[in-house]
């Protein structure tokens, strides 16, 4: 299947600083990426859509100043936590659309941010 | 609105047959999908049904009811590592995931 990688895999920082998450479409082209958050013993939550360049979707509730999104390659997505704060910390995946088969979502392997 | 429903926990015994049922609620349905998540990673596919019917694969199946929104997730011979969380997510007419809140499977020895 396709692979999707994600750096960092976990990221401890101070509250105030920001954060940068790489999501990366390995072996195949993501015209849409996806970022979800997950918080423990949740289910996984839609924070927006992202779009090969054009700007993200963001879904309610998601603030798009904080969480700044930029998919300027078919490969590539971040996501930039502003300004974090400790009740940011959380499970951050991100997803790629493979098109060409049944456009099912692959995941990256997750990044777990801790804000101090 | 839209809505899937699937138990929140579900208990198996180690070699046995576990069924997870999923319902749905969507505007539009372009597939439905399993995935299994192992705490503290992320989900990784499963399974993939757009067509009525059972789909197996190894010792997991999938099958799907359009006319019900329906799907059930079938693990047989069940093993210790698969203790997870098992999501069932239906793709609407926007092409967007719906995403179930997971059934977190307990195997006992």
């Known amino acids: 299947g396709a692979v999707v990688s994600q750096h960092p895999s976990w990221v401890i920082c101070k509250s105030g600083t920001s954060v940068k998450i790489e999501c990366r479409s390995l072996?195949?082209?993501?015209?849409?990426m996806f970022w979800y958050r997950q918080f423990p013993k949740q289910s996984l939550m839609l924070m927006a859509t992202?779009?090969?360049?054009?700007?993200?979707?963001?879904e309610q509730g998601v603030e798009k100043d904080k969480f700044l999104i930029n998919h300027a390659s078919l490969t590539l997505s971040t996501l930039t936590v502003t300004s974090a704060h400790p009740e940011d910390s959380s499970f951050y995946i991100c997803?790629?659309?493979?098109?060409?088969?049944?456009?099912?979502?692959?995941f990256g392997p997750g990044t777990r941010l801790t804000v101090l | 609105g839209q809505n899937i429903d699937q138990p929140t926990e579900m208990t198996a015994t180690e070699g046995a047959i576990v069924q997870i049922n999923c319902t749905y609620q969507?505007?539009?349905?372009?597939?439905l999908f399993w995935y299994q998540q192992h705490a503290g990673e992320a989900p990784t596919f499963l399974s993939y049904?757009?067509l009525d019917g059972l789909e197996e694969k190894g010792r997991f199946s999938s099958f799907l009811s359009r006319s019900k929104g329906y799907s059930y997730l079938l693990l047989k011979e069940l093993q210790m590592k698969d203790s997870a969380s098992y999501l069932c997510?239906?793709?609407?007419?926007?092409?967007?995931?719906?995403w179930g809140a997971g059934t977190k499977l307990i195997i006992k020895p």
């Open positions: 997803s790629a659309r493979d098109w060409t088969g049944h456009n099912e979502q692959f």
């Open positions: 072996d195949f082209q993501a015209t849409t």
């Open positions: 992202s779009n090969e360049g054009s700007k993200a979707t963001y």
């Open positions: 969507t505007s539009g349905f372009n597939g």
């Open positions: 049904n757009v």
């Open positions: 997510a239906v793709m609407d007419s926007n092409y967007q995931l719906i």
